[in-house]
């Protein structure tokens, strides 16, 4: 009996470390934090009954008591959900009543997930509630509705705009140049513009959804991966794919409206590669592209490299990102 209790432990402890052991949970408190690996907020609480209380009735008010102070917990992960860059959920709710609103009935709807009566009499419970759902739509509408989005909406198109105008200019440069220099001047202005006819055609295949860069011999890709790993980047409900020197690439501002009317997270996080690549959201044939560095002071932008930029680029055109899901790896 004892090696059959001693191996049933064993093989819990072993599905335990596989199920939970890459999580990345960002604690915002004592017992309180954000599991961004399944998007949930997590609490705990421990409770006493009242002195004096009857023996049958202490166990259940022990654990009444727990349950109010995880409920309070709870509440602080929360308002301490990172949003967009140092924009938090707390910031959010001081601004609107909608936000408060939703924070109240998510509080509300939380699962009790594990509930440990004590011998010396307290309880303690865990209780977690999901950020995805009525949470994340809400927050993402009132993100869009604020200049943050309004941002993000021109951040996403610059990188394009700016590409196009830098090809302009080198054009008019070039033909310039070949005007007044010596010798067949017009035919080294039509082989430029050849050259860069033939590079505007390469970008705009990318832009406009015509680029095949994406396809692979197994198959389109099914979800996106990305290992930030060696970065300092941290965890956000919105984080944003860059391409060096240059705008946002992922999401953009219809990405950003369709998470918001689906309730959808625009991604998770984890601590491990494979786990990151064998999780459902991602499916069979993920593409896994690795992170150069994190943007700006918020570290929650994450930069790509020009081959990974024109590998996601050429995703997003073939209309890949449209339902596949995204996994970043810290």
């Known amino acids: ?70 409920q309070r917990n709870l509440l602080e992960s929360l308002q301490g959900v990172r949003v967009v860059g140092v924009t938090i959920v707390d910031n959010l709710m001081l601004e ?45 509408d009132e993100v869009l509705n604020s200049d943050l989005g309004a941002q993000s909406s021109i951040e996403d198109w610059s990188m394009k705009t700016t590409l196009l105008a830098g090809f302009d200019r080198l054009l008019s440069l070039t033909i310039s140049s070949a005007y007044a220099s010596d010798g067949n001047t017009l035919d080294r202005a039509m082989a430029a513009l050849e050259a860069l006819t033939r590079r505007m055609d390469a970008l705009e295949s990318v832009v406009s959804g015509q680029s095949n860069l994406a396809k692979t011999k197994t198959g389109a890709p099914t979800g996106l991966v990305i290992d930030a790993r060696g970065s300092n980047f941290i965890p956000s409900m919105s984080p944003k794919l860059r391409r060096l020197r240059a705008g946002i690439i992922y999401p953009g ?46 570290r929650t932008e994450i930069v790509l490299n020009s081959d990974a930029s024109t590998q996601l680029e050429a995703m997003i055109a073939e209309g890949f990102m449209k339902d596949a899901g995204v996994i970043i790896v810290l």
């Open 253 to 298: 501002q219809r990405d950003q409206q369709q998470f918001a009317e689906r309730g959808q997270l625009v991604s998770l996080f984890t601590r491990d590669v494979e786990t990151a690549t064998q999780h459902p959201l991602v499916g069979e044939r993920p593409v896994v592209l690795k992170a150069l560095r994190t943007w700006g002071d918020t």
């Open 1 to 70: 009996m004892r090696l059959i209790q001693k191996l049933a432990l064993i093989t819990l402890l072993s599905v335990s470390q596989t199920t939970y052991g890459n999580d990345y949970i960002e604690w915002v408190a004592a017992n309180s934090g954000v599991n961004w690996t399944n998007g949930t907020a997590v609490a705990e609480g421990a409770g006493l009954a009242k002195p004096g209380s009857p023996p049958s009735l202490s166990k259940m008010m022990a654990c009444r008591a727990a349950l109010v102070d995880a």
């Open 96 to 140: 609107s009543d909608r936000i408060k609103s939703t924070v109240e009935g998510t509080l509300k709807g939380a699962v009790m997930t594990s509930r440990r009566p004590q011998t010396d009499g307290s309880c303690e419970v865990s209780i977690a509630a999901p950020i995805a759902g009525n949470f994340a739509r809400d927050v993402y």
